[in-house]
């Protein structure tokens, strides 16, 4: 059996090259800074007595290439991404060196000028090493083979996600499926903004890639040995037939990686594939919630409590400012209440800068915020595009109705429309809502029925992998679209 390293495990080369970069252009930081003193000599005494601040920076960068996310093999292999990344990155690090040396000086000693060298090297360095690793990525022998088992909706859906997410790091060689009528058959797969199979294909466009149906499941033992596939993706959302388990166990005995198409679903998109899950739903649905555990459900608290009352302390200062070029643009209360729906199903009134004109709602019917809507005022505009318009939910968060990372709230009327037709919508209740959310910061706001229900897939995955650490991904990657604008 060919071997091949998982995609999972490259972000683990991305981390040993990255951090002896790091290490490497920290040392020659501190050169430059022992060779521009004369009281200073470059050896083993000085950087013993540097190495506190070669861990440091080390730390910074990692930490901040992270969240980054420069270690997800998938976005790490985009050239774009990985560019910003870094240059994010770089920032994070510069800022956060010179925050510790201005709060310890002089109590320590810290030498300053060594941050802008090893953030201009290490920015340099790192962006050759990632052009030659996408470079390398991108080489068919890079890519790692797999079968799919299941040539159904699920199994295109897979194969769409890695043709559109994750063509460099996977070769898809072909379905297996039992159903006689496609065998010796190809199936084109479709980007996901054209119909879904079932749907019309003449309307579908040019497809992403075709791949054929190699056999039935008894077939799939031999088919695996004769093309060296070290990974099986399993698209079967229904009762598995006796062949098909047969054979999943014989390739667990050889070896083969077995993987569920929810879970590479979820890794490649950041969704949980809620029209897909079929008789695995107890696997692919977030049962065990982070919030049952003791130390989140406190160390959560702490943060939003500190967070919100930062947020205000920092507000409070521009707020008579704000109010008054509102009240100037569109006379009426500055402040805006609207009941939504929390944790376990409790209402409570979401607070807001009001945006726009009054009675914006006629006959008090609950209407969604569309794009460039008439009803928004000119500085309620400019607000929501900065989002300083949510900036009183910080007191929503202090009261404990929300947390700074959550699903967003919904209205109650709203609410029961969704529940009533989006198939386990109401997980969306088992958290509290938050003023971000990894929904938000994927795939922005929702205007209909259909885009609620990819926005539920999102909502799911943060239940599902909710952490401390997401939750700062998920803050820093709303301040970056606070920064573009992308409010509304």
Do not use: C
Request: proline share 6%; glycine share 8%.
């Amino acid at each position: 059996m060919q071997r091949s390293i998982k995609v999972s495990d490259r972000k683990y080369i991305l981390l040993v090259v990255d951090l002896a970069i790091i290490l490497a252009t920290t040392l020659f930081s501190l050169w430059i800074h022992a060779s521009g003193l004369k009281s200073l000599t470059f050896g083993f005494p000085y950087l013993v007595d540097q190495v506190g601040w070669l861990i440091l920076l080390s730390v910074l960068w990692i930490s901040a290439a992270y969240m980054n996310g420069l270690y997800d093999p998938i976005t790490g292999a985009d050239l774009i991404i990985t560019f910003f990344g870094l240059i994010r990155s770089g920032v994070i690090v510069m800022v956060a060196y010179l925050l510790v040396f201005f709060y310890t000086a002089p109590t320590l000693i810290l030498p300053r000028g060594i941050v802008v060298y090893q953030v201009i090297s290490g920015f340099a360095l790192i962006s050759i090493w990632r052009i030659g690793y996408l470079y390398i990525s991108r080489s068919p022998r890079f890519q790692r083979k797999v079968i799919i088992l299941g040539a159904g909706w699920a199994g295109q859906t897979i194969a769409q996600a890695i043709l559109e997410k994750a063509v460099n790091q996977y070769l898809v060689v072909g379905f297996i499926d039992d159903d006689p009528s496609l065998q010796n058959t190809v199936i084109s797969v479709f980007p996901s903004e054209y119909p879904q199979p079932g749907e019309d294909p003449d309307a579908a466009g040019k497809p992403l890639g075709k791949i054929p149906v190699l056999g039935t499941s008894s077939d799939l033992p031999r088919i695996v040995a004769e093309r060296n596939i070290p990974e099986v993706v399993m698209a079967i959302t229904h009762d598995m037939s006796g062949d098909s388990f047969k054979s999943l166990m014989d390739l667990k005995e050889q070896s083969v990686e077995i993987t569920l198409m929810t879970v590479l679903y979820e890794h490649l998109t950041g969704r949980v594939p809620v029209e897909h899950i079929g008789d695995n739903w107890f696997v692919s649905l977030p049962m065990d919630l982070a919030e049952t555990s003791v130390f989140y459900a406190v160390a959560s608290r702490s943060f939003d409590i500190l967070s919100a009352s930062l947020g205000l302390l920092l507000l409070i200062p521009f707020f008579p400012f704000i109010a008054l070029i509102l009240y100037l643009d569109s006379p009426g209360p500055i402040f805006y209440q609207q009941e939504r729906v929390g944790k376990g199903g409790k209402k409570f009134n979401l607070y807001k800068l009001r945006t726009m004109i009054p009675d914006a709602e006629t006959e008090g019917r609950a209407q969604r915020a569309q794009q460039d809507d008439p009803r928004i005022t000119r500085v309620g505009r400019w607000l929501r595009k900065f989002r300083l318009d949510e900036m009183p939910q910080l007191i929503n968060i202090l009261k404990g109705d929300m947390s700074a990372v959550g699903p967003r709230p919904e209205r109650p009327s709203h609410l029961l429309e969704l529940d009533e037709k989006v198939p386990f919508h109401r997980l969306r209740n088992a958290v509290k809502p938050g003023m971000a959310g990894w929904a938000v910061v994927n795939y922005g706001y929702i205007d209909d029925l259909e885009s609620a229900k990819i926005r539920l897939q999102y909502d799911l995955y943060y239940v599902k992998h909710q952490s401390l650490i997401l939750d700062i991904i998920i803050l820093f990657r709303t301040f970056g679209q606070v920064f573009l604008l992308k409010g509304r």
